[in-house]
């Protein structure tokens, strides 16, 4: 099916995957911890339940063991009071660039078999490790902050047409998008839609009551200088201009497979590409899921 005459298309592809466990006995310990915080006073709980919402688990060590591919320059790029890394495939000179990002916990060359894949149809590929991620400094990092990076990276580069996100990646180039970053094209990867349900979520999962989670919201908001609820879906898709394919697994169990309808029904200009099976993070690289991206994109101008 040629998505490219059909704005509307869907396509469906992958096969049954299993998805590895969480780290339950992580995820205890810093339950007991922030359980424990909030006897402190208010103040002190919030900056606690800040510093470990922005805190990304598994730590970046975790993706340090993965070397880049033979030929791959890695380039580090100093950014607030973090750094970028950038992994810049070989390409002619004048190739326009194309930007790809990971999501939460996630680092670049995740992205790997995209990457490939389109290099070799002549794109100049460049893929991010956000600040506190693979071998970009930094502990902590926001959504908006791997949005800034993005904006920041691409007028470095300076010949960036496409961006492809992959998770929060994904929030945060539709943010990028809507605040002025000029693109043709955009591919979403299983991309959330709501800061505000991750914070609920965060908040279940450790267990924090709602005034400690609406105080933490709050002084993130003032710290990043960006209300949450602005940099939903519903806001931030309608001013995309970029036409837009949404991937998504129905059977993400990460982010739910509704957040790409959410995504189609605000986007001006997008198409949907279905998977059954794939998951969150295989997606990444399903052969069926890379053919249909770089179909999308197009041949290289």
């Known amino acids: 099916m040629d998505m490219s005459s059909n704005p509307s298309a869907q396509i469906t592809a992958g096969t049954p995957a299993r998805r ?46 993965f070397a880049p591919p033979t030929g791959v320059r890695v380039e580090s790029l100093p950014f607030e009071q973090a750094s970028l890394t950038l992994y810049h495939w070989p390409a002619p000179k004048d190739a326009p660039q194309l930007l790809m990002t990971h999501g939460w916990g996630g680092w670049g060359l995740q992205l790997t078999a995209l990457a490939e894949a389109l290099s070799a149809a002549g794109w100049a590929v460049v893929l991010i490790d956000q600040p506190a991620h693979g071998r970009s400094a930094a502990w902590r990092s926001t959504l908006p902050q791997f949005a800034r990076a993005l904006g920041y990276a691409a007028a470095r580069l300076g010949r960036v047409q496409t961006v492809i996100g992959h998770s929060m990646g994904g929030a945060a180039a539709c943010i990028a998008a809507a605040n002025g970053l000029n693109l043709h094209k955009l591919v979403l990867i299983s991309a959330p839609i709501s800061m505000i349900q991750v914070t609920h979520e965060y908040a279940t999962a450790f267990g924090l009551r709602e005034k400690l989670r609406a105080n933490m919201v709050s002084y993130l908001e003032g710290r990043e200088g960006m209300v949450f609820e602005r940099m939903d879906a519903i806001h931030t898709a309608p001013r995309i201009n970029a036409p837009t394919l949404v991937v998504h697994d129905r059977e993400d169990s990460v982010v739910p497979y509704a957040a790409a309808q959410t995504l189609i029904e605000n986007l001006p200009d997008a198409r949907l590409l279905e998977t059954s099976g794939l998951g969150h993070r295989r997606v990444l690289k399903d052969p069926s899921v890379i053919h249909a991206v770089t179909q999308f994109l197009g041949p290289v101008n």
């Open 20 to 65: 590895p466990p969480p780290p339950a006995h992580l995820l205890t310990l810093l339950r007991a911890g922030l359980h424990m915080s909030q006897i402190m006073p208010a103040k002190w709980a919030t900056r606690v339940a800040a510093r470990l919402f922005c805190t990304p688990v598994p730590s970046k060590l975790a993706s340090r063991r």
